[in-house]
């Protein structure tokens, strides 16, 4: 018998699942944490504290912006890149271009 159940984080509920195996070891499955293995049942209310912090933590590993892509462009290119930017909301060239890219 499958428990799921929610845990607020942030004002947004995010659900886990709990599969008992046996008498002492649960199964935990918790996507937004990347969490989906086997605890031991007496472990569980440690790790379901844990948990928020776990799901902030994958969010912000998600969110962390460490790769850089780089292309060239000729010097007109990047003067009308440049006014282009300046022209709109937008602050630097890179989140322009990722605007107009990854729409």
Do not use: G, H
């Not at 912006?65 to 000729?74: H, M, T």
């Amino acid at each position: 018998m499958t428990i799921k159940n929610y845990i607020e984080v942030d004002n947004k509920k995010y659900s886990y699942f709990i599969e008992p195996i046996d008498s002492e070891i649960s199964k935990i499955i918790c996507k937004t944490a990347k969490i989906e293995q086997e605890f031991l049942n007496e472990d569980l209310v440690n790790l379901l504290k844990s948990l928020p912090n776990l799901i902030k933590a994958e969010q912000e590993y998600k969110e962390k912006k460490d790769n850089i892509i780089r292309f060239r462009v000729s010097a007109l290119e990047k003067i009308k890149l440049q006014k282009k930017v300046e022209k709109s909301w937008y602050k630097t060239i890179s989140s322009f271009i990722k605007s107009k890219v990854l729409k």
